[in-house]
């Protein structure tokens, strides 16, 4: 299980060397230091060999965005020292199964879904961290598109405050993938937002996740504090992606 091919392992190192210069050209550009931007390794379909890889190379932040692929890899590499991240839609009946494995959860837009997860990680005995998930599509919103997962902005506060009380969840911050054909710079400078407004009453929550592989340079100069990189980092995804 643990042996992994040299030649993928050197791809992905120099992969992650790659994705660090973007991060450290849009750091400078922006002004910030590379140290404020923490990077998540987005693993769907791709192997449980892929994140050894990955921690082998210092990446021990690992995201996945569907409970029936994270469940199973959280288990194949539950000796290595990983924070799991879910960054997906998740339906309340699956929170069971994410509290269990995961560390932080990106994805929470419904005040439900909160009371699931902070009751299931307190039977469990472990604490989550949760970010709130905002919406940035309008057009989605009004029902154009099919919904992508994420809260109106103006109700991202009232979720915070949900997340908050419960005794087993932390309030780590919000999260938003910017809307697709969408401008992201704009987009994720509403995020800013409403991070800063849930910020002001929460000093803790600074977290942002916001920026994947094709928009983490807007991400970076729109204050993200946790970038998502999937095929930055491991390739492009075949047919299967999630
Ligand atoms: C797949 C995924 C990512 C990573 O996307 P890439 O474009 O491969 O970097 C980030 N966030 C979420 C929610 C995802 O589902």
Request: charged share 25%; aromatic share 2%; glycine share 10%.
């Amino acid at each position: 299980m643990s042996h992994t091919d040299p030649a993928r392992t050197e791809q992905i190192r120099a992969n992650i060397e790659a994705a660090r210069s973007r991060i450290a050209a849009a750091c400078a550009a922006a002004d910030r230091d590379p140290a404020e931007v923490s990077l998540v390794a987005v693993t769907k379909t791709h192997p449980a060999s892929d994140v050894r890889v990955l921690s082998s190379l210092g990446v021990s932040n690992v995201g996945e965005n569907r409970d029936q692929e994270a469940a199973p890899k959280a288990a194949a590499t539950a000796d290595l020292d990983l924070t799991w991240h879910f960054v997906g839609q998740l339906q309340t009946n699956k929170a069971r199964s994410v509290a269990s494995y995961a560390d932080v959860v990106h994805s929470v837009d419904r005040v439900k879904l909160a009371r699931a997860l902070g009751d299931r990680a307190a039977d469990a005995g472990r604490r989550l961290t949760c970010l709130v998930q905002v919406d940035l599509d309008e057009e989605a919103r009004a029902g154009v598109l099919g919904p992508r997962g994420g809260v109106d902005p103006a109700d991202a506060l009232g979720i915070a405050e949900r997340i908050d009380e419960h005794e087993a969840l932390e309030l780590g911050g919000v999260m938003a993938v910017a809307p697709l054909g969408g401008d992201p710079d704009a987009a994720f400078a509403r995020l800013y937002q409403v991070a800063t407004r849930i910020r002001d009453r929460y000093s803790r929550a600074t977290m942002i996740s916001a920026g994947m592989s094709g928009d983490l340079e807007a991400a970076i100069g729109r204050g993200a504090t946790h970038l998502r990189l999937g095929a930055a980092l491991l390739g492009a995804r075949g047919t299967n992606v999630g």
